[in-house]
C-alpha cells in the first residue's frame, strides 16, 4: 500500500508541476501498480502497455491487464483484459471500467463483454456487462432444467 501512496503521491506532483489544475499529457509506458491489502500483503497488479494520468485518484490504460492473486498461493486467481480502461482508486479501491470489450479468467468462469465495470476489494469483486455479454461456467449445474 506504501508503494501504492508514493506512487500516487509521485503522479499528482507530475499533475501540477506545470500549474494548478493542469495534468501530465506524457504517458506512462509499461506500467505496473501492485496493489496490496490491508496487512501488507500483495493481492493484484494493474499492468498496461500506456497509462496517461488524470487525477490522483484516476488514469486510463491501454492493453490493461488486471492480475487478483490468491490470498493462500500468492498465484494469479483471476485476469482480467482490456484493450482500454479507466481506473479509479477511489478508498484505495480499485474500480475498473470501460466501453470496449473485456475478457475475465478465473477459476471455472469466463466472461467477456463490453461497456462493463468491475469493482474489486477485499470482501467482493463484482463484474458488470452491459453490452455483448457472453458467460461460460465450468461447473456442473444439477438440476438446472428440472
Same mark, same amino acid.
Not at 24 to 51: E, H, K, N, W, Y
Not at 117 to 127: P, V
Given at each position: 500500500? $506504501?508503494?501504492?501512496?508514493?506512487? *500516487?503521491?509521485?503522479?499528482?506532483?507530475?499533475?501540477?508541476?506545470?500549474?494548478?489544475? +493542469?495534468?501530465? &499529457?506524457?504517458? @506512462?509506458?509499461?506500467?505496473?501498480?501492485? $496493489? /496490496?491489502?490491508?496487512?501488507? &500483503?500483495?493481492?493484484?497488479? $494493474? !499492468?498496461?502497455?500506456? +497509462?496517461?494520468?488524470?487525477?490522483? #485518484?484516476?488514469? /486510463?490504460?491501454?492493453? *490493461?491487464?488486471?492480475? %487478483?492473486? /490468491?490470498?493462500?498461493?500468492? =498465484?494469479?486467481?483471476?485476469?482480467? @483484459?482490456? %484493450?482500454?480502461?479507466?481506473?479509479?482508486?477511489?478508498?484505495? #479501491?480499485?474500480? $475498473?471500467?470501460?466501453?470496449?470489450? +473485456?475478457?475475465?479468467?478465473? !477459476?471455472?468462469? %469466463?466472461? /467477456?463483454?463490453?461497456?462493463?465495470?468491475?469493482?474489486?476489494?477485499?470482501? &467482493?469483486?463484482?463484474?458488470?456487462? =452491459?453490452?455483448?455479454?457472453? @458467460?461460460?461456467?465450468?461447473? %456442473?449445474?444439477?438440476? *438446472?432444467?428440472?
Amino acid at each position: 500500500m $506504501i508503494r501504492l501512496l508514493a506512487l *500516487l503521491f509521485g503522479l499528482s506532483v507530475l499533475g501540477y508541476a506545470a500549474g494548478p489544475g +493542469v495534468a501530465a &499529457q506524457a504517458p @506512462v509506458r509499461d506500467f505496473r501498480l501492485p $496493489i /496490496s491489502g490491508p496487512d501488507g &500483503q500483495r493481492t493484484a497488479f $494493474i !499492468q498496461g502497455d500506456t +497509462v496517461l494520468y488524470h487525477s490522483t #485518484t484516476e488514469f /486510463s490504460v491501454k492493453q *490493461l491487464h488486471f492480475t %487478483e492473486l /490468491s490470498p493462500q498461493t500468492g =498465484r494469479p486467481a483471476t485476469v482480467l @483484459v482490456a %484493450e482500454e480502461a479507466v481506473v479509479n482508486l477511489v478508498n484505495k #479501491t480499485p474500480v $475498473i471500467h470501460g466501453d470496449k470489450s +473485456v475478457r475475465l479468467i478465473g !477459476q471455472g468462469i %469466463e466472461a /467477456s463483454g463490453a461497456d462493463w465495470t468491475y469493482t474489486f476489494d477485499a470482501h &467482493q469483486k463484482k463484474l458488470s456487462l =452491459r453490452r455483448d455479454v457472453r @458467460v461460460v461456467l465450468a461447473a %456442473e449445474l444439477k438440476g *438446472l432444467l428440472q
